[in-house]
């Protein structure tokens, strides 16, 4: 079987999706949430200087702007049209026309991303992703989504395994596979390492020097020629 994963990130998007999301929503469900946006830049701040990890930051972030308990109506009618309005018309061209490509070959399509699975799963499916592996995020009995991480962020090494639990669920044995994976970021190595042909999307030259490292392909997602 044939498979195709992809970032969605910067890869599939022009831009990240995450904190444009956080404002999104609390711009529609609760306007005076935005006034933590000082206190998120510090956070951003904080992230980058390594006083915590992406997981913390991120549930840091929902609980913020979204609140800790997310009514399942409200969130799914905010995402439907997040995704419609901002993100939908953000795709690259390149990305486009790969995708297109690639499922004209019959190709099992996924996106593999660290993105809240609460609206990656919502873009793939609008895209006709086959699937998405995303990061997860606990329920309440009454059906309430928490702002906690249910287990790992899906990032670098973690997302790895995820898509190896989610070849085990889907029977998939990785012999029998032959994967592609296109990612603008180098936290994706680890999947890319597993892969059989790596695409680095839109690289910075500290990327193309890694990808020549590694015997990556470079593919620019800008512009719908694609290299």
């Not at 994963?5 to 890869?11: F, G, V």
């Not at 309005?85 to 297109?100: C, F, H, N, R």
Request: net charge positive.
């Amino acid at each position: 079987m044939n498979i195709a994963i992809y970032d969605l990130d910067k890869t599939i998007t022009r831009r990240p999706t995450f904190t444009r999301f956080l404002l999104y929503h609390a711009q529609r469900a609760a306007p005076f949430r935005l006034a933590g946006l000082p206190i998120w830049i510090m956070a951003l701040i904080g992230y980058r200087v390594g006083l915590y990890g992406r997981k913390p930051l991120k549930q840091f972030g929902i609980s913020m702007f979204m609140g800790r308990n997310l009514d399942a109506d409200i969130l799914t009618k905010i995402v439907a049209d997040f995704v419609a309005e901002a993100v939908l018309t953000d795709i690259q061209p390149g990305a486009a026309k790969s995708i297109e490509n690639d499922r004209s070959q019959n190709k099992k399509m996924v996106i593999a991303s660290a993105a809240p699975a609460f609206y990656a799963h919502e873009i793939g499916e609008l895209m006709g992703f086959d699937a998405v592996v995303a990061t997860r995020h606990k329920l309440r009995p009454d059906g309430k989504t928490r702002h906690l991480i249910d287990g790992e962020n899906c990032y670098g090494p973690e997302k790895l395994k995820m898509v190896r639990t989610w070849f085990d669920a889907q029977g998939l044995k990785r012999e029998d596979c032959h994967i592609s994976v296109y990612s603008d970021h180098a936290s994706d190595a680890p999947l890319m390492d597993w892969a059989d042909a790596a695409y680095m999307v839109n690289p910075s030259e500290k990327l193309r020097r890694l990808a020549a490292q590694k015997n990556w392909q470079i593919r620019d997602f800008s512009s719908d020629k694609g290299r």
